[in-house]
């Protein structure tokens, strides 16, 4: 079947963060404007139409009319470990795989089983902001592994710096991000079989959130951190159907536990957490039936990439950015314009009326950026960016 993502499908009443959130953004500073005329971009999931077999099994679940407790049908397992073979060759076994109702939730949960108060936890910044609350709002410290970004736009890992701090004997903890958002890398083998041994060298625990792995860009390919490290290397790595498919509502994640001490601890310290039919469903069909569509739909958001990579180099020059590897964000510099943080957030926001995420919630580093989530019809991220490009026109 071939999906038409240009169409524009109406999410206003859906209950969307995105498109109902306008009361809750303002009540949160977020941004003072919101009206039917907003374009919201800031938030990652998906303007498109999920594959129409996951559209077709929710259906069958939902004409049952009853949704009572719900048992893991053995079909769910073998989705996933389906999915993980054909598209990352990677075997993972059944009592490996541990449902968890979001990344977000498996990571604070992680923070809080796996570390004590007070222990270090390396992050990467800039990178996606729940990371840091996880960290602090459990009472750990953050240990910033900065990304280095070099001429050509392309960030880099500092090893020497990741060593000397995964050697800090209060540092117990690493969670990576890759493909990373919001920079769009996608970590090389050689990369994360280096990240892992120096981890395994000094007892420092792996939770890879490795969510966005199958949204790469066509010519590029992912490897899970799992299959590079040596074996015994302790990880705990998130996927999640969710950012797949454009499932995010449906609370899916699926986390990756081999060690079973490990698992064992977190499942315990998870409770009892199990998903809905809603959430069965959706997984089967997606894992067994959605590959025709995300080949479509990866095609699409390269096209996407491609056209506002393009409208910036002609449009808005001063802006910096470049083609991510993997993701669906686009991380644009805008610290060539010379202007405040307030007053690039006043254009954009205010007068284009298009909603972003600022780059300073990633970190630091991510001062004067702003991320765009492009996986939207084309022709509204046109929209948005003509908008954008129209109040940056007085600045030459
Ligand atoms: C890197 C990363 N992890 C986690 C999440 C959120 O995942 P979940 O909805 O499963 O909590 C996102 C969403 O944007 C993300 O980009």
Known sequence: MKYDFDEIVNRRGT???????????????????YDEETIPLFTADMDLPVPQPVVDALHRTVDHRIYGYSVVPDEYYEAIQGWFKRRHDWDIRREEIVY??????????????????????????????????????N???VV????????????????????AKAKEPSTTMFILCNPHNPTGRIFRPEELKRLADICRAN???IVADEIHGDLIRRNETFVPIAKVAEAGTPIVTCTAVNKT??????????LVISDPELR???TQALGHAPATPFAYSALIAAYNEGEEWLDQLKEYLDGTFEFALAFLRERMPKVKAVMPEGTYVLWMDFSGYGLSAEEVRDRVYHRANVLLQEGKQFGEEGAGF???????????????????????EDIR
């Open 139 to 141: 009472g750990r410290t």
């Open 264 to 266: 064992e601890k977190f």
């Open 203 to 205: 007892g420092v625990l």
């Open 370 to 392: 702003l991320r765009m989530c492009i996986p939207s019809p084309r022709p509204l991220i046109k929209e948005a960016l003509e908008r954008i490009a129209r109040e940056f």
């Open 15 to 33: 209950y969307s963060v995105k498109w109902d959130g306008g009361e809750f953004l303002k009540k949160h500073g977020m941004t003072e404007r």
């Open 245 to 254: 498919f454009n499932l995010a509502g449906l609370h899916c994640t699926n």
């Open 144 to 163: 910033n592994n900065a990304l280095k970004q070099g001429e050509d736009g392309r960030y880099e890992i500092d090893f020497d710096d990741f060593e």
């Open 100 to 137: 968890c109702p979001g990344t977000v939730h498996a990571i604070f949960a992680a923070v809080r089983t796996f570390t004590e108060p007070g222990d270090g936890v390396i992050i990467q910044r800039p990178v996606y902001p729940p990371f840091t609350m996880a960290i602090e709002k």
